[in-house]
Nanobody
Framework: ERQLVESGGGLVQAGGSVRLSCVGS????????IGWFRQVPGKEREGVSS????????YYADSVKGRFTFSRDNAKNTGYLQMNSLKPEDTAVYYC???????????????WGQGTQVTVSS
């Protein structure tokens, strides 16, 4: 069974940091682009960041550029989203996703995790 599991969410104060993890199983992780998305109830899903399977280069949405860093450890089938200088507007459910045909900034992915809540208090 192909699966993605996120972890690391929680409650943090504004200005703080959180690291999210995304563990993949049931597919060849290193061959897939990984993306992070977030969604707030009543709003559209937003692409946050993604990372290429070919060269590890990362894409960031303007709203998180300079604050978030996405990395991957293919030996552990894990992607990491380091989120620094968090703002209340970063509050959302964060989802990771995997896609075989990776394209930076794309919104359509093959597999999705169940999400993890990040809440940033002011």
């Amino acid at each position: 069974e192909r699966q993605l599991v996120e972890s690391g969410g929680g409650l943090v104060q504004a200005g703080g940091s959180v690291r999210l993890s995304c563990v993949g199983s049931g597919f060849t992780f290193r061959n897939y682009g990984i993306g992070w998305f977030r969604q707030v109830p009543g709003k559209e899903r937003e692409g946050v960041s993604s990372i290429s399977p070919r060269d590890g280069s990362a894409y960031y949405a303007d709203s998180v550029k300079g604050r978030f860093t996405f990395s991957r450890d293919n030996a552990k089938n894990t992607g990491y989203l380091q989120m620094n200088s968090l703002k209340p507007e970063d509050t959302a459910v964060y989802y990771c996703a995997a896609d075989r045909s990776y394209l930076a900034g794309a919104m359509e992915y093959d597999y999705w995790g169940q999400g993890t809540q990040v809440t940033v208090s002011s």
